[in-house]
T-cell receptor, first 114, second 113 residues
Framework: AQSVTQLDSQVPVFEEAPVELRCNYSSSVSVYLFWYVQYPNQGLQLLLK??????LVESINGFEAEFNKSQTSFHLRKPSVHISDTAEYFC????????????FGTGTRLLVSP | KAGVTQTPRYLIKTRGQQVTLSCSPISGHRSVSWYQQTPGQGLQFLFE???????NKGNFPGRFSGRQFSNSRSEMNVSTLELGDSALYLC????????????FGPGTRLLVL
């Protein structure tokens, strides 16, 4: 079984400041790692995912995440946030041997102020 | 390509009733997964269907059921509704394997009174 921990339920930050959203996971098997974003009254959208290869993955809108196997972490970072980044961010894992079942963390609400 | 669509978007039901939610996946996607999102429990996996077969099931009571049709469209049903079933129900579609991205619909918000 897998579990995901997002320690920060809410992260307030000023516009143009850097941000890091933390994600740690626990699993007895190898997993794929994902970050999804949810804007108000919408479904989830994939930000980025780690399957294999380079441990640093990037999204098209400036976010990046680094897979750290020894620390079982997959923290999400952005060097300079915008007001439009205000949303809820979910870290998720799936068993790479299995089918389509995502195990999500509890989410981190990113609040960007001017 | 059109995205994942879910109908209806909003529903109000009373305790004891049953409800059916519908999900149309992205064209070509044969896997459909359902998730329940609540403030208390977060996002929880309900079940996944592929080629009309349930491949995986989460830890929900038997009141929650689903099915998938030959065109990959899926429905989920909740019988004997309880207040705690109030939630946002999200459907996601994808290609087959676990590394394939799941694309989520906007959800159906169910309120049980």
């Amino acid at each position: 079984a897998q579990s995901v921990t997002q320690l920060d339920s809410q992260v307030p930050v000023f516009e143009e400041a850097p941000v890091e959203l933390r994600c740690n996971y626990s699993s007895s098997v190898s997993v794929y790692l994902f970050w999804y974003v949810q804007y108000p009254n919408q479904g989830l959208q994939l930000l980025l995912k780690y399957l294999s290869g380079s441990t640093l993955v990037e999204s098209i809108n400036g976010f990046e995440a680094e897979f750290n196997k020894s620390q079982t972490s997959f923290h999400l970072r952005k060097p300079s946030v915008h007001i439009s980044d205000t949303a809820e961010y979910f870290c998720a894992v799936s068993d790479l041997r299995g089918f389509q079942k995502l195990v999500f963390g509890t989410g981190t609400r990113l609040l960007v102020s001017p | 390509k059109a995205g994942v669509t879910q109908t209806p978007r909003y529903l109000i039901k009373t305790r004891g009733q049953q409800v059916t939610l519908s999900c149309s996946p992205i064209s070509g996607h044969r896997s459909v997964s359902w998730y329940q999102q609540t403030p208390g429990q977060g996002l929880q996996f309900l079940f996944e269907y592929f080629s009309e077969t349930q491949r995986n099931k989460g830890n929900f009571p038997g009141r929650f059921s689903g099915r998938q049709f030959s065109n990959s469209r899926s429905e989920m049903n909740v019988s004997t509704l309880e207040l705690g079933d109030s939630a946002l129900y999200l459907c996601a579609s994808s290609l087959d394997r676990a590394q394939e991205t799941q694309y989520f619909g906007p959800g159906t918000r169910l309120l049980v009174l």
